[in-house]
């Protein structure tokens, strides 16, 4: 059959398909391609709570004795056993690099249209662009850098790690370019989509990052004169019937309740694993147990704090054991289809910012303009005003605020690693596996703890480069001590 076909045939386009030749042509389908950009974020964020959280104090695992399945691949977060074959770094990591890689080829065809909204497009996508090199750096380290468009995916084979230092100049420049372009809000249409409040937001979580205390009082100020605020309630930024409201700088968006495929199910990840109904409503549910916060975070809320009971759910009793097993409640709702959720996840919420603002502040200054923006978080959620306390009393104040504020939100690990050195985050992560191991979140029912478990050493502070990378690019290296 195939000696029959002309040559004619055989290089006719399928009518069936889009092809890049016919496509990126108008506004339409740039805006087209901007929503599966998007749509990968999604399919990001679903999985970020496991390198975020679960590599930190904040949350540990429903152990089942009886399935160990996730042994070699999630449970490897929760105990730093980490190694360049763990299934899931590898997933992260491709997730990323095909997501950066449709955003360059996206910013290549948009001088190709003429249209003044090609300048807000381009504020979008370096945005993420540099939203997802920031991540990648902040686990990886030095990492591979790419900013032009390859018209063969292959070659991005050939690419050695940049160090971190150019890395974040490229984030720097991206986000300086996306505060320019982007509008301070959008249409009922638009809502969800990157603003000039998340670039401003990105651009001072990275001066913080790199300890440019000035830069970032400099860039968070100007987004106190965009018209954010704080909800009056906490457990009202979660609520899916209140999602983009006035304290949503930026959260990925979700749509449950219809057969569109844009739902979230963190609720079904997070329950208790013998919750079944209980908390998700559902009794055919088979939650996971992952992302249980753990006991030491629990004993750090202040009594009267109502974040807790907002955050963390506390009424669910183990059938087999008797005991409390204790789960996130920030993304726990009533939904109207088993397994198809309607909550949002948050990136920057204004709270971040005051937190942030007063933390910079504090390091370039001193603490006496810092108090107002840490102790706006702290009436909101019912606490006292705090004064009289040094910088360095102040800064483990924020420090704290922001562990509870933005607990469950992805924050902790990066936050983590940018105000400790490797060594400190070493000493820290061992005092609190020790508390752990001697007195376990939820009970192990007698299986005892591996050797390696809940011993993190310095080097660990960064991820492993995933082994097939390092196979299929010679110039990649593992990190140390992999």
Sequence with gaps: MLLSCSKEFLTKT??????????????????????????????????????????????TVDFNPDDRGQASNMEQFEFWVLNPGTPSIRTMYNKYYNALFNINYTLSKLPDVSDPSMKEAEGQLK????????????????????TEALDDPSKAWDYAREPQSNVYNQIEQDLKDAVGFLPVNYDAAGKGKVTKGAALALLGQLYLTKKQFGDAVTTLNQILT???????????????????????????????????????????????????????????SNPGGWGIPTKDLIASYEDGDTRKAASIGLDFTSPITGDVVPYIRKYAHPHAIYGRTD??????????????????????SGPSDAYAYLNQVRARAGL??????????????????????????????????????????????????????????????????????????????????????????????????Y
Excluded: C
Aim: glycine share 6%.
């Design 384 to 481: 006292g005003a705090l004064s009289g306390l040094t910088k360095e009393t102040f800064r483990e104040a924020v420090y704290h605020e922001r562990r509870i504020e933005l607990a469950f939100e992805n924050d902790r690990w990066f936050f983590l690693k940018r105000t400790r050195t490797a060594e400190e985050l070493a000493t820290f992560l061992n005092d609190y596996a020790s508390r752990e191991k001697s007195d376990p979140t939820v009970t192990r029912q007698g299986i005892p703890y591996s050797s390696g478990d809940y011993i993190f050493s310095a080097f660990e502070s960064v991820f492993p480069i995933p082994a097939d990378e390092i196979r299929v690019n010679n110039k990649l290296a593992p990190n140390p001590g």
């Design 226 to 284: 965009l018209g954010y605020s704080l909800l009056p309630s906490y457990a009202d930024v979660f609520d899916p019937g209140k999602k983009n409201s006035v304290e949503s700088i930026f959260e990925v968006q979700y749509q449950g309740g219809n057969d569109l495929g844009e739902w979230s199910s963190f609720v079904y990840t997070f329950a208790p694993r013998l919750s079944k109904d209980a908390i998700t409503g559902w009794s055919q």
């Design 127 to 146: 945005f993420l662009r540099a939203y997802y090199y920031f991540n990648l750096t902040r686990y990886f380290g030095d990492v591979i850098l790419i």
């Design 343 to 364: 909550d949002d996840w948050p990136i920057f919420r204004y709270s971040n910012v005051l937190l942030m603002l007063a933390e910079a502040i504090n390091e370039d």
């Design 14 to 59: 399928d009518p069936t398909r889009l092809g890049v030749n016919t496509f990126f042509k108008d506004k339409d389908q740039i805006e087209r391609a901007l929503n599966g950009v998007y749509g990968q974020l999604q399919s990001i964020t679903n999985d970020e709570w496991l390198y975020s959280e679960l590599t930190t104090d904040n949350t």
